[in-house]
């Protein structure tokens, strides 16, 4: 079975920093596109960002362009979300997901998503 792992999550305060990492179990994350998705309360799930197989294309929502990053690490079959600069309004439920089309960084759509990790809890807060 294909399984996402995501960790990395908690809570931080305002301003601070937090690294989500997503790990495979059962497959090569290379052979997948990889993205992080969130979900409030009360909201859809929502993209975060969303990174090509091999790395040249990511996909940042535009409330998160300039704070967060998304790469990949191929020896440990990880893809990490470093996230800078948090807002309450960042907290969430990030959840990792995988996609088997080449193409779908580009529209980083929960609609292409095969596979989902089960979220980590990210809450900003004072």
């Known amino acids: 079975q294909l399984h996402l792992v995501e960790s990395g999550g908690g809570l931080v305060q305002p301003g601070g920093s937090l690294t989500l990492s997503c790990a495979a179990s059962?497959?090569?994350?290379?052979?997948?596109?990889i993205g992080w998705f969130r979900q409030a309360p009360g909201k859809e799930r929502q993209r975060v960002a969303c990174?090509?197989?091999?790395?040249?294309?990511?996909r940042l929502a535009d409330s998160v362009k300039g704070r967060f990053t998304i790469s990949r690490d191929g020896l440990k079959n990880v893809v990490n979300l470093q996230m800078n600069s948090l807002d309450p309004e960042d907290s969430a439920v990030y959840y990792c997901a995988a996609a088997s089309r080449p193409g779908s960084w580009i529209s980083c759509s929960v609609l292409d998503v095969e596979i989902w990790g089960q979220g980590t809890q990210v809450t900003v807060s004072a």
């Open positions: 059962g497959f090569s994350l290379d052979n997948y596109v």
């Open positions: 990174i090509s197989m091999n790395e040249s294309g990511k």
